[in-house]
């Protein structure tokens, strides 16, 4: 009845009383008109970005054809280009941002929904969350001066010294320590999307309707066996969808990975050495770049890259609706 | 019932162990957050002085601040500011009280949605397309629209949030005023979402004064003060990034200035944004 009432009260077009309100009909269209306006202008400025980058792209590809996607050389001396390195590390890069920052995420959104006392889970959400703050560039210079030392030193040389030596996987930490390189971007990856997934994640789980949790308890399940087997199970939509999100923005990450990977056009089987991604090659030698192909196969790195992560994102946000409704219903 | 027993205390000691990885997972978060604050406070203390806010940038070698980069930085985040939020503002009006949950409607919501987190570089790679190449040089212009289009998705989505826990009781009450629907939109349901509103647009300033990758794109830099907006001027993210890799341990010691500078101001945005937040649902 209340739900009826108020459909139709403000769903009444306001020219029912026309003679009235002559100008305020005037300014009711004026406003609904530009709100609808700037509505669509949401449309064309993701349509004006696609249709800018297949503008731009379009000289290197006319060129190099779809073979530019996985032609390794990178050569702006003899102008042949090939997107097959920076599409590999960025696809690295989010690999080892996901195998180790999903995990950490998870934890952390048990912790704060599942153990952390009341008083404290606040404070915590919102110091978890200032690492989403933190701008990309100061995860740079962190990384670079602070981080990638410190796995030089320390940690780099032991993964040589062990995993090293394990037959099949002893090739990706083979090779000097050289501190910057795609390990180094790929962790500092993780802890940026750790605050996105790790929200996103907690949120998902506090829809969990308290009868089912209480119902487990109360048939004796510890609480590792409510989050394992009634929460993750219900909410399993939405927390793929949060890593999908962490995973778009690890994709599209730039100016962290720019200073800790290196910057080197070429594919090392170990995990130490420097690569590059394709936002780290587009940051590094986009305002160099000579106009004509070389720029256009830059922009054509822009294209691959807003084509994967749009998919990605738009799987994410999709799975995210789709839990949305569940909760609701 | 031993055999019983000891699969409880199995079950238990799985749990505890499992319930401590999360616990040292919660700790390795904040202990992230505690060693970039560290290193900044160490690093970038040595460079806050008051020539930092009073000079230019200098030259390799020379002494000097940061002056016009902290200008710079300044004048394109105010514009995208005030270009991008009544743009936000109006596009989250749509969403929430015209649409109705019509296709529309949803597709705009989840185009924003997408915008909202799609990598800025190829923002910047598209203003770069737009204005530089007709323009034929880099500019400040340039840099604002880019920071502009980053904080319309934020900004709509909190108002998008916002309006949606206006009651719908405060419509009907002002509709059966005889309150045009734009006005109830303006003066009722804005005032009454207007904390969270504010919120949004704090933390689209927050994102916007530290993003770089999108500006190496559309302003580069200047060495020198410029107050011309038609021309590359210096701004914080990009001069940050060029002194830090650079040789020079003036500029390198610039750079941790200045990003302590940028990170202090953006943590206080985020703080505030957070506690006026809550200080509203409180309220409620």
Known sequence: MHEELSA?????????????????????????GATLFFGLFILLILGGIGLSLVVGSSEALRTFGLGFLWTETWNPATEVFGALVPIYGTIVTSIIAMVV???????????????????????????????????????????????????????????????????LIGALFGGPPFGIGILTAGLILAIMVLPFISSIMRDVFETVPPMLRESAYGLGCTTWEVVWRIVLPYTKVGVTGGIMLGLGRAMGETMAVTFVIGNAHRITTSLMAPGTTISSALANEFTEASRGLYTSSLITLGLILFIITFFVLAAAKYMLIRMQRQAGT | MAKDLSRYAGRRRKNWIILSLSMFATAIGLFFLGAIMFALLTEGIAAIRPSLFTEMTPAPGSDGGLLNAIYGSAVMTVFGTVVGTPIGILVGTYIAEYSRGNKLGQAIQFINDVLLSAPSIIVGLFVYELLVVPMGHFSAWAGGTTLAILVIPVVTRTTVDMLALVPNALREAAAALGTPKWRITVSVCYRAARQGMLTGIMLAVARISGETAPLLFTVLSNQFWSMDMNRPIANLPVVISNFALSPYPDWQRLAWGGALLITVAILCLNIAARTLASFGSAKQ
């Open chain 1, 8 to 32: 139709t009260v403000v769903d009444i077009p306001s020219s029912s009383t026309p003679r009235l309100r002559g100008p305020q009909d005037l300014l009711d269209g004026l406003f609904r």
């Open chain 1, 101 to 167: 920052g999903v995990p950490l995420s998870f934890g952390v959104a048990v912790f704060l929904t599942e153990l952390c006392p009341p008083m404290l889970k606040r404070p915590l959400s919102i110091a978890i969350e200032l690492l989403a703050g933190i701008p990309s560039i100061i995860y740079g210079i962190w990384g670079l001066f602070v981080f990638a030392p410190f796995l030089q030193a320390h940690v780099q040389p032991f993964l040589i010294g062990t995993l090293g030596h394990v037959p």
